[in-house]
């Protein structure tokens, strides 16, 4: 089977590729860096052609509300391309609960990825992912100083990247699922609380404070980021950061 990974250097999409290609299947990345611009539109015909699958794992370089015009852009530049060619399946990544945070910018533009998507003449795949493990040091940094850092006691599900990528590159090569698949880590935390095991297991003597109004996750209300009824990874925080 071959398939097109775009976003195929990056964190989720390098592992895809590994995968799908250990598992025997040819599996191509695509990237800026491979002359592949789903924005302008530069390589997106080549990048899909003679594939069965589409993978896009392209993300927006911003997460504010130029977000909505990247995905705008790239998914009808990609699905035209993908529909032209005859694609037989395309698979996006998205969040769990991206569709209860219409506070978020970048959340309201994943929302209009998968609408896109769902709108498209293409049998596609949504798989909703939890937080990245590797996405907490970056949360930890947005409302750090030197003595603290504020967090608010939102509950997340983080995920390894690994378990991302094998779980994208299994329906990847599955039968379309024309729905969603929600994956997510075994463990859930409050932020505040993961906060303080990170800082503790770095030897990191700064304080966290809890504060309902501090950075991006202070606009989420509730569990919406957790699904304990997802299918979950094995990966444990405590594991992943040993």
């Given amino acids: 089977m071959k398939i097109a990974v775009i976003g195929g250097t990056g964190l989720i999409g390098s592992q895809v590729v590994e995968n799908l290609n250990a598992a025997g299947h040819e599996a191509v990345p695509h990237s800026l860096s491979t002359g592949v611009d789903v924005v302008s539109g530069q390589g997106v015909d080549r990048a899909v052609e003679g594939a069965d699958v589409v993978v896009n794992l392209r993300n927006s370089p911003t997460f504010d509300d130029a977000s909505l015009a990247f995905f705008e852009a790239s998914m009808g530049n990609l699905l035209a391309a993908a529909g032209d060619g005859g694609v037989g399946h395309f698979v996006i ?9 219409p506070g978020l910018d970048y959340y309201r533009a994943k929302v209009l990825q998968e609408e896109l998507l769902r709108g498209g003449a293409v049998p596609y795949s949504i798989v909703r992912a939890t937080q990245f493990m590797e996405f907490m040091d970056v949360v930890l940094t947005w409302t750090a100083d030197k003595d603290s ?35 997510g880590g075994p463990e859930v935390f409050a932020l505040d609380d993961l906060g303080r095991l990170i800082l503790s297991r770095k030897g990191d003597s700064r304080t966290v404070v809890t504060d309902p109004t501090a950075g991006m996750f202070a606009a989420v209300k509730g569990d919406v980021l957790t699904d304990t009824d997802a299918r979950l990874a094995q990966t444990r925080y405590t594991d992943w950061l040993s």
Wanted: glycine content about 6%.
């Fill in 149 to 183: 850092v504020r967090l608010p006691a939102t509950p997340i599900q983080p995920i390894a990247a690994k378990d991302v990528a094998a779980a994208v590159a299994e329906v990847a090569v599955g039968a379309p699922l024309n729905g969603i698949r929600n994956i």
């Fill in 93 to 101: 990544l998205s969040i769990v609960g991206v569709d209860k945070v």
